[in-house]
């Protein structure tokens, strides 16, 4: 898939202990992979892993043609690949202006406009420190920041995790918004609502492994919640 992002085969973990054991997934420009899994799977894992935090010991990823093999993680933001992680999602000291400009080559509102408008709590909360911020306000503040990037191919870790239902809708409406102009994401989630409203295909995860994967429709609700069940 010369447009898009790929990753094949991966396998990562911790030292000698292997969490991710042999996962593939694709999307096309425009389209949303969603990961969904049980905790402990190994979601965050792969993502670092796409990401370039943590080295594949085995498997492949491609973007746009290209094998991110060696390339690290400030380089694939180079490249258009943006990164919300699950935790330590802002800086906790730094006020919510400066974790949103901290990245950025010219403080433009414009390039907050549509979240602004969609999270107004985060424009009243400009001046406020961002660590004092609640864990749901945190995850918008991050998800906000990540979208200002404007990155081709977006990597969001459980973006709704602790944000309140009606934030989660407008997160889904900027999602669509952007893939409707092209952009491409990889949303992992235990929410399996969101990942309804937003994602194409899914990837479903146990053990490190794919136990299911495909087109939403295809899987059906009740075979992806019978992986997610406890
Ligand atoms: N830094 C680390 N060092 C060693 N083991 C780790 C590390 N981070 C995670 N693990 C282990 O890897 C496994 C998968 O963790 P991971 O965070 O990828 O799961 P997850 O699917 O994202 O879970 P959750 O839904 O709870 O976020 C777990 O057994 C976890 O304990
Ligand atoms: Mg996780």
């Given at each position: 898939?010369?447009d898009?992002?790929?990753?094949e ?5 911790y030292g ?12 096309a420009?425009g389209?949303v992979?969603g990961?969904?899994?049980?905790n402990?799977?190994?979601k ?15 498997g492949?990823v491609?973007w ?9 993680a ?5 490249l ?12 906790g000291e730094?006020?919510?202006a ?11 509102r ?12 985060l424009?009243?909360?400009l ?8 864990g749901?306000e945190?995850?918008l ?9 404007s ?5 969001l870790?459980?973006p ?10 407008r997160?889904?409406?900027l999602?669509h918004?952007r ?6 994401f990889v949303v ?29 429709a295809?899987l ?10 406890v």
């Amino acid at each position: 898939m010369i447009d898009g992002f790929a990753f094949e085969q991966v396998v990562c973990g911790y030292g000698d202990t292997l969490v991710v054991r042999g996962v593939g997934g694709a999307v096309a420009p425009g389209r949303v992979l969603g990961v969904l899994g049980r905790n402990g799977v190994g979601k965050t894992t792969l993502l670092r892993a796409l990401a370039g935090f943590l080295p594949l010991a085995e498997g492949r990823v491609h973007w746009r043609g290209r094998d991110l093999a060696g390339i690290a993680a400030h380089a694939r933001l180079g490249l258009g690949i943006a990164y919300a992680p699950q935790e330590n999602v802002v800086f906790g000291e730094l006020s919510v202006a400066d974790n949103l400009w901290l990245h950025l080559p010219e403080r433009s509102r414009a390039r907050y406009a549509e979240a602004f408008a969609a999270f107004p709590l985060l424009e009243q909360r400009l001046r406020q420190r961002a660590g004092s911020l609640s864990g749901g306000e945190r995850k918008l503040l991050s998800f906000a920041r990540t979208l200002g990037l404007s990155a081709p191919l977006t990597l969001l870790d459980e973006p709704t995790e602790g944000v309140q239902p009606e934030n989660i809708e407008r997160m889904a409406g900027l999602l669509h918004q952007r893939r409707a102009a092209g952009a491409s994401f990889v949303v992992v989630e235990q929410n399996l609502s969101f990942v309804e409203a937003v994602a194409d295909e899914v990837l479903v995860l146990d053990q490190g492994r794919t136990v299911a994967a495909g087109a939403l429709a295809a899987l059906g609700r009740q075979a992806i919640e019978a992986h997610l069940a406890v």
